[in-house]
């Protein structure tokens, strides 16, 4: 079972990998920096990034993170990102991003 964690945004945001391996981040305010610490190789951490109502948020993913997409802004708009962790400790984009919204 794949342990879920919910965070509203802020300027920098780290994810701990020890704690679980999906992501969702309520955005309500530009993100500067998101990274994943204790990230352990060969497991693959889901990030599902939502916008509120009035969306207009960006999230950069930050150092030790590649190939990410950039995060729909619109409003209500879902963002679902994988990555796989190589044995570094960086995390990869493993598939193509998906974009939604929601109502």
């Keep these: 079972m794949r342990r879920l964690l919910t965070q509203s945004s802020q300027q920098s945001m780290t994810f701990d990998g020890r704690k679980g ?7 309500a305010s ?11 190789p060969g497991v693959v951490y889901v990030f599902v990034v939502k916008q509120g109502p009035a ?16 995060v729909d802004s619109r409003a209500n708009a879902v963002t679902v990102q994988s990555f796989i ?3 570094g400790g960086r995390l990869k984009a493993n598939l193509p991003g998906t974009w939604s919204t929601t109502q």
């Design 21 to 27: 391996e999906t992501f969702l981040v309520l955005m």
């Design 30 to 40: 530009d993100v500067a920096s998101a990274r994943v610490t204790n990230a352990m």
């Design 55 to 70: 969306g207009g948020y960006n999230l950069t993913w930050g150092q030790g993170i590649s190939n990410g997409i950039a």
């Design 85 to 87: 962790t190589d044995t």
